[in-house]
């Protein structure tokens, strides 16, 4: 059974920058998708970066060049880099896995993925 447990939000000033981590467990398949998605109140929620067990990443353009994704399969553990933060990114951050399939060009929707965390805020004060 997959299960994904998200921690290391909190508050921070525009500019600043916060790391989430996703704690993994379950995923033992050969081929995955991982991916980060947020969600703030009144709104969609959002794909912001993903990464595949061939070690692909793709960003949304919104957090390209500010955030970066990344694992370690040694700690099964998901990362999120979050640097020069703005307001807009304030959000519920939430970890997602797909199984038997490495990340499509679909990663970006809440559809495509079967496992979700709880989530972690993220808040962004200007």
């Known amino acids: 059974q997959v299960q994904l447990a998200e921690s290391g939000g909190g508050s921070v000033q525009a500019g600043g920058f916060l790391r989430i981590t996703c704690v993994v467990s379950?995923?033992?398949?050969?081929?995955?998708?991982m991916a980060w998605f947020r969600q703030a109140p009144g709104k969609e929620r959002e794909g912001v970066a993903s990464?595949?067990?061939?070690?692909?990443?793709r960003y949304a353009d919104s957090v390209k060049g500010r955030f970066t994704i990344s694992q370690d399969n040694a700690r099964n553990t998901l990362y999120l880099q979050m640097n020069s933060l703005k307001p807009e990114d304030t959000a519920m951050y939430y970890c997602?896995?797909?199984?038997?399939?490495?990340?499509?060009?679909?990663?970006?929707?809440?559809?495509?993925?079967?496992?979700w965390g709880q989530g972690t805020q993220v808040t962004v004060s200007s």
């Open positions: 379950g995923v033992t398949y050969s081929r995955y998708c």
């Open positions: 997602a896995a797909r199984v038997y399939d490495s990340c499509s060009d679909s990663w970006n929707f809440a559809w495509y993925f079967g496992h």
């Open positions: 990464i595949d067990s061939d070690g692909r990443t």
